[in-house]
């Protein structure tokens, strides 16, 4: 109850669409998760992925609880996540898919780990699996990063995903716009 007494109301349930389309209006970055299944490589596209810590160093995703490919990838308990530069859009749809080849015509190394690091990406981590947490209609997952990519000299910049299409970044312009 309020102070005042009088009851707090029922929240609105939140229509599905709407809570999408809500969310879409905030910019996020693109990555390829990636793992191994009996020595075959395993992906799919995540846009929600972030730093968690630095001491120890953790990343985490989140990924849908009805994802055939993550399951493959966790049995391993490691994993990698590809960062995607602006000009790997392609790149992107194709992790999205399900039930398709993605791989071929894809260039990759494995890492010391045996995931597999997409090449030409911004950056990659290679990850032991530390934890994972159910968390609606997706899983949140933790890992501990063990090696990690060279930074980049080549100026790339990466994709982004905002209103349900590919952005790129631009530099501002101080004096202008």
């Not at 390829?32 to 395993?42: F, Q, W």
Request: aromatic content about 10%; charged content about 20%; glycine content about 10%.
């Amino acid at each position: 109850m309020r102070e005042d007494a009088t009851p707090a109301l029922a929240p609105t349930p939140i229509e599905a669409r709407r809570f999408r389309d809500a969310l879409g209006h905030y910019a996020s970055g693109l990555t390829v998760v990636t793992g191994t299944d009996e020595g075959e490589p395993v992906g799919f596209t995540c846009q929600s992925f972030s730093s968690v810590s630095i001491d120890p160093p953790l990343v985490m995703f989140s990924v849908m609880r009805t994802s055939t490919s993550y399951p493959r990838i966790a049995a391993t308990g490691r994993f990698a996540v590809n960062v995607l530069a602006h000009d790997q859009h392609a790149l992107s749809s194709r992790f999205a898919r399900s039930g398709t080849d993605k791989w071929t015509g894809v260039s990759w190394r494995p890492s010391s780990g045996g995931n597999p690091l997409i090449d030409d990406t911004l950056l990659w981590v290679d990850c032991d699996l530390w934890a994972e947490h159910e968390a609606g209609d997706h899983v949140i997952v933790i890992g501990r990063v063990r090696e990690l990519s060279p930074l980049a000299a080549d100026g790339r910049g990466p994709l982004v995903f905002f209103r349900g299409a590919y952005r790129h970044l631009r530099e501002i312009d101080e004096f202008g716009g």
